[in-house]
């Protein structure tokens, strides 16, 4: 199956939620001619782009408050942007963390400035992303269960393997924000991200302004384990007075097309 035919599927899959408003895992592995392994596989993956929710034994359409219309190049130009302005708070021979996702992945290229970096990740394509900067920073892998929903290391291993070290910075995204409650995920797996913040000095959540005031039933970290809130220049005045509320520094980027 090459990577064309898999994209084309996602998309029908996504097309036939909508349009169903519930399909079945194995509905859709008889409709692809393709194993329920591989659409369970399809489905994470788009519930982690904010696609679709999966149910057990198959997958519905996100709410209706969830739903944002967004044109690619823009969502691209913000995670650049937050990544652009997460990226100025590292130092040189920081000891930091970086959690998956695409958001966090976007920061990797702007570090090959940066000296004497250790770097802890739990996600395969920041590793991978790590070992082509030229200043080669120092890479640490949690190991752990392979979880293909978040595209990462979980579990115990990784959790005791971070509790042996301790760094200056967290850099971590999220599904959502609660500006109640704080960073929320689709995610049942929060033991890690939980683990991240306890062992980090600074926790800066990297997140666009859409995510912002998605309430998604999950909370990840809790206001009182984040310090910084890197967002893009589209958040909302009342958001950020929210935020602000809760002691924590807000950074809003620039967003350049």
């Keep these: ?52 929710l999966r149910r057990y034994g198959g997958a519905v359409p996100l709410p209706s408050e969830m ?24 130092r040189d021979h920081n000891r930091v963390i970086i959690d998956s996702g695409s958001t966090t992945s976007a920061m990797i290229p702007m570090l090959g400035n940066k000296r004497g970096l250790i770097v802890m990740t739990n996600s395969l394509n920041v590793a991978g992303a790590l070992r082509e900067l030229e200043n080669e920073p120092t890479l640490l892998m949690t190991g752990g269960t392979w979880d293909p929903h978040s595209e990462s290391f979980q579990g115990q291993v990784a959790e005791q393997v971070l509790r042996s070290y ?28 939980r683990v991240m913040a306890e062992v980090s000095r600074e926790v800066i959540v990297m997140v666009e302004s859409e995510k912002i005031g998605r309430k998604i ?3 990840e970290l809790p206001w009182s ?33």
Excluded: W, Y
Excluded at 30 to 38: A, G, L, N, P, W
Excluded at 166 to 193: C, H, K, M, W
Excluded at 236 to 248: H, K, L, P, Y
């Design 67 to 90: 739903v944002v219309e967004a044109n690619p190049e823009q969502v691209s130009n913000r995670k650049l942007a937050i990544a652009r302005a997460a990226a100025e708070r590292l």
């Design 217 to 219: 039933p999950n909370l």
């Design 166 to 193: 301790d760094f200056d910075q967290l850099f971590i995204g999220a599904d959502g924000i609660d500006p109640e409650r704080g960073t929320t995920t689709f995610n049942e797996l929060v033991g890690l991200s």
């Design 1 to 52: 199956m090459t990577k064309r035919n898999t994209q084309q599927r996602r998309h029908t899959i996504v097309t036939l939620v909508q349009e169903q408003g519930e399909v079945s895992v194995d509905a859709l592995a008889k409709h692809f001619s393709t194993s329920e392994v591989t659409i369970r596989k399809d489905l994470a993956v788009l519930e982690t782009g904010g696609l679709l």
């Design 225 to 257: 384990s984040i310090h910084t809130l890197v967002t893009d220049e589209g958040l909302a005045s009342e958001a950020r007075e929210q935020i602000q509320a809760q002691g924590v520094t807000l950074i809003c980027a620039p967003v350049t097309c």
